[in-house]
């Protein structure tokens, strides 16, 4: 297997870590998908991951909480996830390091951009919870930031969908799935990729993005070897 990127950045969200359940951590959902990254970094392939906590909590659908606390809230969820897979990794014989934009220096490093490219040149896998560590910033908006930083080929936005669509395909049959976009396009028609910020700081970075499905965990190695699933962005 020879793999065309280098460096990857994998975005998960929080939900595809709750599996069946829903909600809270699935660990065998988490230990497949552990597999697949042990096998792209066998290949070679330098990882980051970013990851989500909405199967925890979600800052921006907290009601009346005030919006600051509540996604601090989301950061510390993201935080949870990030040890999970960490966890995962080293059951699997993977190094990983957690690094968090908010400092807790006794269970993770903290998010030091020189350290996390060492990490990453050693064969680790390294994982970045919190977010960008500010409020009203979402986990895709640090994909985008720690992909920009570190230097990634790209990033890998794993979701429940098997790429972008011109339209919801679970409420409109006829959806149109698209194979390839430009970062413009997914902006100019408001295409429910990533947030506005994210997919604004990747296009100003020229950083592409690979939308795929998640239900299938082999799909990362599959990208990582270049097929042609999901949608690109560039």
Not at 13 to 33: M, N, P, R
Not at 212 to 221: E, G, Q, S, T
Request: glycine fraction near 8%.
């Amino acid at each position: 297997m020879k793999p065309i990127y280098n460096r990857v950045l994998l975005k998960l969200s929080g939900e595809v870590l709750a599996g069946e359940k829903g909600s809270g951590i699935d660990f065998d959902k988490v230990l497949e998908i552990c597999e697949r990254i042990k096998t792209c970094a066998e290949i070679g392939v330098q990882i980051a991951i970013v990851v989500g906590g909405g199967n925890f909590w979600r800052g921006r659908s907290s009601g009346k909480m005030d919006r600051t606390r509540a996604d601090h809230m989301g950061m510390l969820a993201t935080s949870i996830n990030s040890l999970a897979l960490a966890d995962a990794l080293e059951q699997l014989g993977v190094t990983a390091r957690v690094q968090t934009a908010i400092e807790m220096r006794q269970i993770a490093e903290p998010y030091i951009r020189n350290r996390a490219v060492r990490h990453l040149e050693k064969g680790r896998v390294v994982i970045f919870g919190c977010g960008t560590g500010n409020p009203f910033f979402s986990t895709d908006t640090a994909a985008a930031l720690r992909a920009a930083e570190i230097g990634a080929d790209v990033i890998f936005k794993a979701t429940n969908v098997d790429g972008v669509y011109d339209s919801d395909p679970k409420t409109h049959p006829d959806a149109k799935k698209y194979d390839t976009l430009s970062h413009l396009e997914v902006l100019k028609q408001g295409l429910n990729v990533m947030d506005s910020t994210a997919a604004s700081l990747c296009m100003d970075n020229n950083i592409k993005i690979l939308v795929f499905n998640l239900k299938n965990p082999d799909n990362i190695v599959s990208a990582v070897l270049g097929e042609a699933i999901g949608t690109v962005i560039k």
